[in-house]
C-alpha cells in the first residue's frame, strides 16, 4: 500500500517552493499523494492576517491541476488551535491500515519537542524530514534523540507499516519564501514566477498583502 503524505503550514501564501518540496517527496518515497493542510489557528505565533479561507482557496486554485497534490481543509473545518496531534489522529481513524508520513523542513524538526504531544506523533505515522542537500539535520535537540532509534534509510520500510519510521531525505529546495512575497507585493513589486498565476490572480483580486 503506498503511503499518503501530508504538509501541513500557514501556506501564506502557498508558493512553488511549497509544491516542488511536496513533488520530489512524493517521487522520491513513491506516495500515493500529499495532502498540503493549511491551518487555522498556529499554536506559536500569530495568526495569520489573511483568513484561513484565502489561503485555503490560494492552495485550492494552487493544486487543482496536479492530482499529486490534494488541497486538505481538516483543520480549518475542525476549527480551534490546529494541533497536528489532532490532524493525525483523525486521519488515522479514516485510513486505519494506510501508512502516514508526515512531512517536516528542518525548522520544524528543531522545535518538534515543543508540539503537543510530539512523543505519540510517529505512533501515528512516520515522521519524513526533507532538507537541503549539503546540510546536515539539529543534532543537539530532543526530537532528534528520541526519532534517531525509529530511523530507516529504506522507502519501503514506509509501506510495511502504517506508522513508526523516520527517514530524513536531501532534496532541492527552490529559495523562496512566503515572507518575501508578502515584502514584494506590500512594496508594490511583482512577484510573478515565484508562485502560481493563479494564486497571484486571488491576491490581486482580494488586495492581500497590501
Not at 518515497?29 to 489573511?50: G, K, M, N, T
Not at 505512533?123 to 539535520?137: M, Q, S
Request: net charge negative; with cysteine.
Amino acid at each position: 500500500m503506498k503511503p499518503v503524505g501530508l504538509l501541513g503550514g500557514t501556506f501564506n501564501p502557498v508558493h512553488h517552493g511549497h509544491l516542488r518540496a511536496a513533488i520530489e517527496t512524493k517521487e522520491v518515497l513513491d506516495l500515493a499523494r500529499v495532502h498540503l493542510i493549511p491551518l487555522l489557528i498556529p499554536p506559536h505565533r500569530d495568526p495569520p492576517e489573511v483568513s484561513a479561507h484565502l489561503r485555503l482557496s490560494m492552495l485550492q486554485a494552487a493544486t487543482a491541476d496536479e492530482p499529486a497534490l490534494l488541497a486538505d481543509d481538516r483543520e480549518i473545518r475542525r476549527g480551534g488551535v490546529s494541533y497536528t496531534i489532532d490532524t493525525l489522529i483523525q486521519m488515522r481513524d479514516e485510513m486505519p491500515e494506510t501508512p502516514l508520513c508526515m512531512i517536516l523542513g528542518t525548522d520544524a524538526f528543531a522545535w518538534l519537542h515543543t508540539w503537543r504531544e510530539w512523543e505519540h506523533l510517529i505512533e501515528l505515522a512516520h515522521i519524513i524530514v526533507v532538507h537541503r542537500p549539503g546540510t546536515d539535520l539539529p543534532k543537539d535537540v530532543p526530537a532528534n534523540r528520541l526519532l534517531r532509534e525509529r530511523e530507516t534509510c529504506k522507502k519501503e520500510d514506509l509501506q510495511d507499516s502504517p506508522a513508526g519510521s523516520f527517514l530524513s531525505m536531501a532534496i532541492p529546495f527552490l529559495e523562496i519564501s512566503s515572507t518575501r512575497i508578502r515584502s514584494i507585493l506590500h512594496n508594490g513589486q511583482n512577484p510573478r514566477y515565484l508562485l502560481p498565476d493563479s494564486v497571484l490572480e486571488i491576491i490581486r483580486k482580494e488586495r492581500l498583502y497590501l
